[in-house]
């Protein structure tokens, strides 16, 4: 029997895939299962990939590689899509159809496939991969092919066949978890006008249930790369769980976000990223720091065009490996630690410090010390406004004339 891999999660979606790979396609279907830390019982999973029809299940512990090379690269790249999201599910993708590809070619499959929908960001992500790692790999997409409609069709579908899911008609919600992030769609989130429901928070506090208390927490970095938490070392997998834990109880790293996917559909979602929110802004407190003001300024600008190329699925590709070459130089020194302060929801940096930093008492001080010459500055002003004084003289001019020629 030709084989098929599918990247199966166990979720409503690709538990019906499994079946309607059998009845539509006759393939012996592959279940591989990616560990990127969604906090679910993996053997419960193996278990219905079985039930449902699967000839076998592959379980890929990927929750180091994630952290520390696709998670940490968008840190150091300062790579946020639209001001806001920092990636979650964008960056888990690349790394899960890396090794769908891989056991597929392991296993000699003629085809890998996938339960995203034919109107997100995810089919592009994945199938994107697929190309530029095996493009002689079939790509089967169920949701373009079969006659399911909606999440209500997929429940039918799994009532019909005898397939449990956690989904159902009054939790309607389509969730993604990792070690980084948790996404939340669909429900009351369609509407753009309606708030998230307390019950759609399914990681962080509330602000009005978190402590009545501010808590200190103190990250360190070594060439823009989290290793540490309040002095402690800690390997990427054990820093980002601390630190989801810390800022989760204190209502930090919630977002609503309204955003403009690949294919051009705006779409709502609510992000929950509790440790990431402090990692990130730790990370952009130590680069005020460190970095050259050029350097920086321009750094901003490929921070943009990585979450852009992150977000649509663009990973495996020359220019991400051109970028991280640029963010990795502009990385050297940027090691240090900074303070933050948590509560209620609230995030703020109470201080930053690095052996690398370009920032000087002297300098920025009210005083007038001898490093600065302030009668430097009048030349500075002067050249610097040499264009405008040679503008406003031209116009001066054709102000003068005008009034001449109105004058005859």
């Not at 019906?16 to 019982?41: F, H, K, R, S, T």
């Not at 209500?152 to 070690?179: F, M």
């Not at 070594?222 to 002095?231: A, E, M």
């Not at 001080?365 to 031209?394: C, H, N, V, W």
Request: proline share 4%.
């Amino acid at each position: 029997m030709p084989k098929v891999v599918l990247a199966y999660s166990g979720g409503l979606d690709t538990s019906i895939i499994i079946p309607w790979l059998n009845e539509n396609y006759g393939m012996d279907v592959i279940a591989m299962i990616a560990d990127v830390g969604q906090g679910e019982d993996l053997d419960a999973v193996v278990k219905k990939a079985y039930a449902t029809g699967a000839k076998k299940a592959v379980v890929r512990d990927l929750r180091g590689e994630f952290v520390r090379d696709y998670v940490f690269p968008t840190v150091k790249a300062g790579a946020v899509y639209e001001n806001k999201y920092l990636l979650g599910t964008s960056i888990a993708r690349p790394v899960i159809a890396k090794h769908q590809v891989e056991v597929a070619l392991e296993e000699g499959a003629e085809a890998v496939a996938h339960g995203c929908t034919g109107k997100g960001n995810d089919q592009v992500r994945f199938e994107h991969a697929y190309q530029a790692l095996a493009p002689e790999l079939q790509v089967i997409a169920p949701w373009r092919e079969w006659t399911l409609k909606s999440r209500e069709d997929c429940l039918d579908y799994a009532e019909a066949h005898g397939i449990p899911v956690a989904a159902s008609r009054q939790k309607i919600h389509s969730r993604d978890r990792n070690l980084w992030h948790i996404s939340h769609e669909g429900g009351e989130l369609e509407d753009a006008n309606n708030p998230p429901l307390p019950t759609t928070w399914v990681w962080t506090k509330s602000p009005q249930e978190a402590p009545d208390r501010e808590e200190q927490v103190e990250i360190g970095f070594l060439r823009g790369v989290p290793v540490s938490v309040d002095g402690m070392k800690l390997e990427p997998v054990q820093l980002v769980e601390l630190l989801n834990e810390i800022a989760a109880r204190n209502g930090v790293g919630r977002i609503d976000l309204v955003e403009n996917r690949f294919v051009g559909i705006k779409s709502r979602g609510a992000y929950e990223t509790p440790g990431g929110t402090l990692i990130v802004a730790a990370h952009r407190e130590l680069e005020a720091l460190t970095l050259d003001r050029e350097v920086s300024h321009y750094k901003q600008h490929i921070g943009l065009r990585y979450a852009d190329l992150v977000y649509n699925g663009l990973w495996f590709t020359p220019l991400r490996e051109a970028f991280d070459a640029f963010v990795e130089n502009t990385q050297q020194n940027v090691t240090g630690s900074v303070k933050l302060s948590l509560y209620k929801g609230n995030l703020s940096v109470m201080g930053r410090r690095s052996e690398y930093s370009l920032y000087s008492d002297d300098l920025s001080s009210f005083t007038m010390g001898e490093s600065y010459d302030q009668k430097d500055a009048k030349g500075f002003i002067r050249i610097l406004g040499l264009p405008a004084r040679t503008r406003a003289r031209l116009l001066g001019k054709e102000k003068t004339k005008g009034k001449k020629e109105a004058l005859k």
